[in-house]
Antibody
Framework: EVQLLESGGGVAQPGGSLRLSCAASGFTYSTYAMSWVRQAPGKGLEWVSTISGSGANTYYADSVKGRFTISRDNSKNTLYLQMNSLIVEDTAVYYC???????????WGQGTLVTVSS | QSVLTQPPSVSAAPGQKVTISCSGSNSNIGNNYVSWYQQLPGTAPKLLIYDNNKRPSGIPDRFSGSKSGTSATLGITGLQTGDEAAYYCGTWDSSLYSWLFGGGTKLTVL
């Protein structure tokens, strides 16, 4: 059974940083692309970033480009999202997803809440 | 405003059928697979349909997907109160080089 467990959420000040982690199990982690998707309170889903299975290719939404960095450690079956220069609009639940062959978001974690507030 | 357009809400009675539309363009729906996600209140989203019309294991055949040109449709038959949720379409955009979600549609089963 695929399991994705996010951690690292919390409260940060504007301009601050947070690092999210996602521990994956139940599948051959290194062979799948992974993504982060977020959802602001009461709003819809917003794709944030995707990384290829090897980690060689990364993609970002314009709203986070230059501020967020996605990475993975295939030896630890763990996905990361380093979030710098946080702004209030980054407040959201952040979900880790396993990406299917045609780029759909196959499996989802339970999410971790990030609150950016002074 | 989302690049993929969905109606904000739809409603129908138990046992009835409902469809949810998702409209895009050639750079997204027109040339890429569409997937659909269900988000029950207070829970994480779940994959319902992938590759336009395929159901993951465990998803009942009451849920179906189709695509024509630059639009896609999610169909739900035999509506149950447990189907009350937000539904999102999603696809890759080859011009924006981004994954897109629709704005979401809230289904109410009256």
């Amino acid at each position: 059974e695929v399991q994705l467990l996010e951690s690292g959420g919390g409260v940060a000040q504007p301009g601050g940083s947070l690092r999210l982690s996602c521990a994956a199990s139940g599948f051959t982690y290194s062979t799948y692309a992974m993504s982060w998707v977020r959802q602001a309170p009461g709003k819809g889903l917003e794709w944030v970033s995707t990384i290829s299975g090897s980690g060689a290719n990364t993609y970002y939404a314009d709203s986070v480009k230059g501020r967020f960095t996605i990475s993975r450690d295939n030896s630890k079956n763990t996905l990361y999202l380093q979030m710098n220069s946080l702004i209030v609009e980054d407040t959201a639940v952040y979900y880790c997803t396993k990406v299917g062959p045609s780029s759909f978001q196959d499996n989802w974690g339970q999410g971790t809440l990030v609150t950016v507030s002074s | 405003q989302s690049v993929l357009t969905q109606p904000p809400s739809v409603s129908a009675a138990p046992g009835q059928k409902v469809t949810i539309s998702c409209s895009g363009s050639n750079s997204n729906i027109g040339n890429n697979y569409v997937s659909w996600y269900q988000q029950l209140p207070g829970t994480a989203p779940k994959l319902l349909i992938y590759d336009n019309n395929k159901r993951p294991s465990g998803i009942p055949d009451r849920f179906s997907g189709s695509k024509s040109g630059t639009s896609a449709t999610l169909g739900i038959t035999g509506l149950q109160t447990g189907d009350e949720a937000a539904y999102y379409c999603g696809t890759w955009d080859s011009s924006l080089y981004s994954w897109l979600f629709g704005g979401g549609t809230k289904l109410t089963v009256l």
